[in-house]
C-alpha cells in the first residue's frame, strides 16, 4: 500500500509517511520512539472550531488525538497528536476484518460455519448472543462485526484466523502502531491486555484513505471490508452531525456518503472512517479545494500515560 502523491525518488518510502510537504502535521506516522502526548499538529484553517474544541476538551483532562487527510492528494488538513498511540477499544476489528476479508479472498477461508463456543462468550455489543442460529458462515459474521461490533462474532472470528494472522497483515501493511491486542472479555485481569486494541489517529486515516482508494491488499478486499462497515449503526460520535440515516446510510444522502467506525469503553471514545461524495466539496470549499472524500480518525478518553505501542501492552494498567 503506497502513498499516491509519494515524491518519485530511488529510495522506496515506508508506508504511512505523508510526503513532507509543509501540510499540516505532517511527519511519520508509524515513526519510531515514544509519543509524550505534547499536543503536536496543526490544521488549516477550515478546522479552526475544531482545534478550538479539542483544546477545551484537552483542558478538561482528556487525552485528545484526531487526524483528517484528503484522500484524493494525501494532504493533512487537521493533525493533533496523530501520532499517540491510545486504546481505541473495538475499533481494531477494522484490522480482523482485513484479515478475514483477505482469507476468504485467497481461499483459505471459503463458506465456513463457526460454531459459537463457549470459549468466545461475551456479553458485549452485538446480535449473535440473542439469536437462536448457533452456527453462521465466516461472512455473515463479518457483517455482525461491521455492523454492530459484534463481540461474539469478533471473538470466533479472531479465534479462527489468529491473532498471530491479524498482526503479520497489519505489519505487511506498514501499519506499526495500531493493532488488535486481545479478544473481547468481560473483565480484564491483570494478565490480560489493558484493552481490545490500540491506534495512532494519524495511521487510521491513512489506513481508511487506503480502503477508500482500494489499496488494502487489493481492490477486491478493500471493497469488501468497506461494504462491511458501511452498515455499521453506530454514528453517535462526529458521523452524527452530518444528519444521515443510522440504520440506512450506504446510498448518498444530502451528497453525502459516510462509513464511519467506532469503539468505545470505560473512558474512551474513538471514531475512524471516510466521507465521501459532492457534498464534502460543499463543506469545506469556503477555503478551497477538497476532491470530495476525506479519510479521518479520532480519539480520546481519560488522560493517562500513553501506550508505547502495541508490543508488549499484556499485564499492563489500563491508562486511566
Same mark, same amino acid.
Given at each position: ?7 518519485h ?12 510537504d ?15 502526548g505534547?499536543?503536536r499538529?496543526?490544521?488549516d484553517e477550515r ?6 474544541a ?5 483542558q478538561?483532562?482528556?487525552?485528545v ?5 484528503d ?11 496523530d ?8 475499533l ?66 479472531l ?7 491479524? #498482526?503479520?497483515? &497489519?505489519?505487511?501493511? %506498514?501499519v506499526? +502502531?495500531? *493493532?488488535?491486542? !486481545?479478544?473481547? =472479555?468481560?473483565? /480484564? $485481569? ?5 484493552d ?22 487489493d481492490q477486491?478486499?478493500s ?10 449503526a ?5 458521523a ?18 459516510s ?7 470505560p ?10 461524495g ?6 469545506l ?7 470530495? #472524500?476525506?479519510? &479521518?480518525?479520532?480519539? %480520546?478518553?481519560? +488522560?493517562? *500515560?500513553?501506550? !508505547?505501542?502495541h =508490543?508488549?501492552? /499484556? $499485564?499492563?494498567?489500563h491508562?486511566?
Open positions: 500500500m503506497t502513498e499516491p502523491d509519494a515524491p525518488s530511488s529510495r522506496r518510502r515506508r508506508p504511512g509517511r505523508p510526503a513532507d509543509g501540510s499540516a502535521g505532517n511527519g511519520p506516522v508509524g515513526g519510531g520512539g515514544r509519543s509524550r505534547k499536543h499538529g496543526g490544521a478546522f479552526t472550531a475544531t482545534t478550538q479539542l483544546g477545551t476538551i484537552a478538561d483532562g482528556a487525552g488525538s484526531a487526524s483528517i487527510i484522500t484524493s492528494t494525501g494532504r493533512a488538513l487537521l493533525a493533533i497528536d501520532r499517540l498511540v491510545q486504546p481505541v477499544s473495538g481494531g476489528r477494522v484490522l480482523l476484518l482485513i484479515e478475514v476479508a483477505a482469507q476468504l479472498e485467497d481461499g483459505r477461508l471459503h463458506g465456513d460455519r463457526l460454531q459459537r463456543m463457549a470459549r468466545d462468550t461475551a456479553t458485549g455489543a452485538g446480535l449473535w448472543q440473542f439469536l437462536q442460529e448457533p452456527t453462521m458462515q465466516v461472512s455473515d459474521l463479518a457483517t455482525l462485526v461491521g455492523a454492530t461490533a459484534d463481540a461474539w462474532a469478533t471473538n470466533a472470528l479465534t479462527t484466523v489468529g491473532i498471530d494472522a491479524v #498482526r503479520a497483515r &497489519a505489519e505487511s501493511l %506498514g506499526e +502502531r495500531s *493493532a488488535l491486542i !486481545d479478544r473481547v =472479555r468481560d473483565r /480484564r $485481569g491483570p494478565d490480560d491486555a489493558p481490545v486494541s490500540v491506534a495512532a489517529s494519524g495511521e487510521l486515516s491513512w489506513l481508511f484513505r487506503g480502503l477508500a482508494l482500494g489499496e488494502v491488499v477486491t478486499v471493497n469488501r471490508v468497506l461494504g462491511w462497515l458501511s452498515l455499521a453506530d454514528l453517535s460520535l462526529v452524527g452531525s452530518f444528519g444521515l440515516d443510522p440504520l440506512a446510510h450506504r446510498a448518498l444522502d444530502h451528497g453525502l456518503q462509513v464511519a467506525v467506532t469503539g468505545s469503553g473512558g474512551i471514545r474513538a471514531e475512524a472512517g471516510v466521507l465521501r459532492a457534498g464534502v466539496v460543499g463543506l470549499r469556503r477555503h478551497g479545494p477538497v476532491r470530495g #472524500r476525506l479519510a &479521518a480518525a479520532a480519539t %480520546g478518553g481519560r +488522560r493517562g *500515560a500513553p501506550h !508505547d505501542g =508490543r508488549g501492552a /499484556r $499485564g499492563r494498567a491508562p486511566g
